[in-house]
Structure formats: C-alpha cells, structure tokens
C-alpha cells in the first residue's frame, strides 16, 4: 500500500483519507524509520497508542540531540522505508536536524555537520514532485497537521548544508524535479539517479530493456 501512496500526490491524500488515519499512518512510519520497529508490531495498536508513542520517541530524540543524527544516518543507509514516508514524516526528521544544528556541540564537531548535511541531502533526493518536497519543507515541525513557512525551512536547511559537498543539494533538487511527472504506477527512482527521467515512461517502453 505504501508503494502506491508513495507514487501518488501526498497533498491530496488528506482529502480524501481521515485525518486521524493519515496522521496515524505518518506516525506509523516515523516510528518504524526512527525506532526501528516492525510494522506489526503497530497492527492491533489503536490510534490513541500510537499518538502517545509517536510523541514519547520524538520528545527522545531531542533529547539526545546531536548524537541522534548518526541513528538518523544509519537509518537513511540502503533502501528504507524514508523513500516512501509522506512528507509530514520527512518534515519531522528534517525538524530534528535544524534543531540540532545550533547546539554548541554540533558546531564544534565537523562529524556533525557532515552526517546533518548527508541526511538532508538523502531526503531531498527522494522527492518525485516539486510539490512533494514543498509539503516536507511546510511540514518541518514535530507536531502533524502544522505548517510552517517554507521560506524559512529552506533557509534553515541551506545553513546545515553550507560549506559541505552538499552545499547546493537543495537547488538541485529544484532543477531535477522542474521537468519531472509524477510517477504514478511506476518504479520508485531517486531524483538524483541517472535514469530518473525514464519514470516518466511506460513499463512496457522498449527503453526499459536497454537499461
């Protein structure tokens, strides 16, 4: 089901699902991607539970501040489930790296600007649409369902990426997704992958056996 909902456009996805379904399908996600839990364990749970426990692992990672970035790192590592989170769950992990990014321990060590720098960059590059990555940047905040301004979300994240190799991932993303379409029933690609452009074509497409 992921599969699909990831294809398709998040931002209609909440008219068309209750908000209290969609909110506990985010946090179903977050938690699986944070926590690393099975998705079954969350199966019988009822969607006050998962509230409760969504909030309880998020007030954690703050907590832990800047050492939670290299779990976020190690998450991010290979193919997970962060490609198909909706943008609220994107949002939420992109909260947690601004929010670090002015503690005096993240400043004083380049391992830390290096793995916030890396994890921002691996967000953006799973974005399909230009809208899609709009919604995760209005939804860089720790409570589902609020907005915030995305001027100022991409500033913040133009800050922890200053300076590194990642400096420009952002204006990247832009100008990979500007000519892209929606891929919708067909494979997940990364924006940042060479053959991103062939999603836009139809399975059966003889180009697809020259890959």
């Given at each position: 089901?992921?599969?699909?909902?990831?294809?398709?456009?998040?931002?209609?996805?909440?008219?068309?699902?209750?908000?209290?379904?969609?909110?506990?399908?985010?946090?179903?996600?977050?938690?699986?991607?944070?926590?690393?839990?099975?998705?079954?364990?969350?199966?019988?749970?009822?969607?006050?539970?998962?509230?409760?426990?969504?909030?309880e692992n998020v007030q954690n990672i703050r907590r832990i501040g800047v050492d939670a970035l290299k779990r976020i790192r190690n998450h991010l590592t290979g193919w997970g489930w962060v490609h198909y989170m909706p943008p609220e769950a994107k949002g939420i992990i992109l909260a947690h790296v601004t929010e670090v990014s002015t503690q005096?321990?993240?400043?004083?060590?380049?391992?830390?600007?290096?793995?916030?720098?890396?994890?921002?960059?691996?967000?953006?590059?799973?974005?399909?649409?230009?809208?899609e990555k709009y919604e995760t940047l209005q939804h860089m905040t720790?409570?589902?369902?609020?907005?915030?301004?995305?001027?100022?979300?991409?500033?913040?994240?133009?800050?922890?990426?200053l300076g590194t190799v990642y400096a420009n991932c952002l204006q990247e993303t832009d100008a990979r997704l500007a000519s892209a379409s929606p891929i919708r029933g067909r494979?997940?690609?990364?924006?940042?992958?060479?053959?991103?452009?062939?999603?836009?074509?139809?399975?059966?497409?003889p180009l697809y056996a020259q890959a």
């Open positions: 089901m992921a599969y699909q909902l990831k294809d398709a456009d998040y931002a209609k996805m909440t008219d068309e699902i209750d908000k209290i379904a969609y909110e506990t399908f985010t946090q179903i996600l977050y938690l699986h991607f944070v926590a690393g839990s099975n998705l079954l364990k969350y199966a019988n749970m009822g969607s006050d539970l998962i509230a409760n426990t969504y909030k005096p321990k993240y400043l004083e060590q380049a391992s830390y600007r290096q793995d916030a720098a890396w994890i921002v960059a691996e967000i953006m590059a799973t974005h399909q649409t230009p809208r720790f409570t589902i369902g609020d907005k915030v301004d995305v001027a100022q979300s991409t500033t913040s994240l133009n800050s922890v990426v494979p997940f690609l990364r924006n940042d992958e060479q053959n991103f452009v062939m999603a836009r074509l139809a399975l059966d497409h």
